[in-house]
């Protein structure tokens, strides 16, 4: 039977999981998969790492199986286990149990599930644990399309805890200029800015690519999030206006979709 190399990387809210596993990638000198196990739909860690690393293949969990049995499969595998995936209930296929197992935590975190589940234990960032009963929240947003001076006022106002006490909150989204911009924080951590994404700029309608929103704290007013994340979306028209824009100023050789 063919060996894998696989390697499993779990830790806390916002230690730096999905950081640790780019480093990693960047570091090798052949193409690697990549698999968040627990993201559902909402896949804006996958968005992010397909995008900034361009040798990655980026899996949903329905196709891991398949993927196991192709040639292919000898290239490193990174799975990426969302913090609220329960280790001790965690079944794996038999090909994978044996694989390694990597824990990224805040420095100075002794004796927890995760220590007792890893193979190597990495200090990731100095995060904060403040949340007694966390809370999961997503929404994908694809084909939506955002204003983005109204899309920062929301970001501010998320993180600064106008709908709850927001511990982690990430979001891809298309902007009406036609970028693809990455939205992340941490509590706890220096505030930073949106990152755009290495990806075409979007100009001939609703963008069939992905977007969406996962924010992670407690007591949160999801129909509020909701419902000012719906008021940033442009209308057809306005979006229509802007991508004519977009395409009025691009250069011979530009790279649009």
């Known amino acids: 039977m063919q060996s894998l190399n696989i390697t499993l990387v779990s830790g806390t809210l916002g230690a730096g999981k999905t950081t640790w596993i780019r480093q990693q990638v960047n570091t090798l000198n052949q193409p690697a998969v990549y698999l968040n196990l627990g993201a559902g739909e909402t896949s804006v860690d996958a968005t992010y790492l397909a995008a900034e690393v361009p040798s990655l293949t980026v899996l949903s969990v329905s196709q891991l199986t398949e993927f196991l049995e192709q040639p292919i499969a000898e290239r490193p595998i990174y799975v990426e286990l969302g913090f609220h995936v329960d280790l001790t209930s965690l079944i794996l296929p038999e090909r994978i149990a044996g694989c390694q197992r990597v824990a990224v935590l805040p420095p100075g975190m002794r004796d927890t ?4 589940w890893a193979n190597l ?7 904060p644990i403040t949340l007694q009963t966390p809370h999961l929240w997503r929404s994908t947003l694809t084909g ?22 927001v511990q ?12 693809s911009l990455y939205f992340d924080f941490v509590a706890g951590l220096a505030e930073t800015t949106y990152l755009e994404l290495n990806l075409p700029l979007w100009c001939n309608g609703r963008p069939d ?9 407690e007591v949160l007013d999801q129909e509020a999030i909701a419902e000012t994340i719906k008021a940033c979306c442009l209308e057809d028209h306005v979006i ?18």
């Not at 234990?121 to 995060?127: L, N, P, W, Y």
């Not at 690519?209 to 704290?217: A, K, L, N, P, Y």
């Open 240 to 257: 229509a206006y802007y991508q004519q824009q977009i395409k009025d100023s691009l250069e011979p050789g530009d790279e649009v979709a």
């Open 113 to 116: 599930e995760w220590h007792e």
């Open 144 to 165: 939506q399309v955002f204003d983005l001076a109204s899309l920062n006022t929301f970001w501010y106002e998320l993180t600064q805890g106008a709908y709850g006490h």
């Open 209 to 217: 690519r992905f977007s969406g929103i996962e924010v992670v704290g």
């Open 168 to 179: 982690r909150a990430k979001g891809v989204f298309d902007v009406a200029d036609g970028r």
């Open 121 to 127: 234990v990495v200090t990731g960032a100095e995060t």
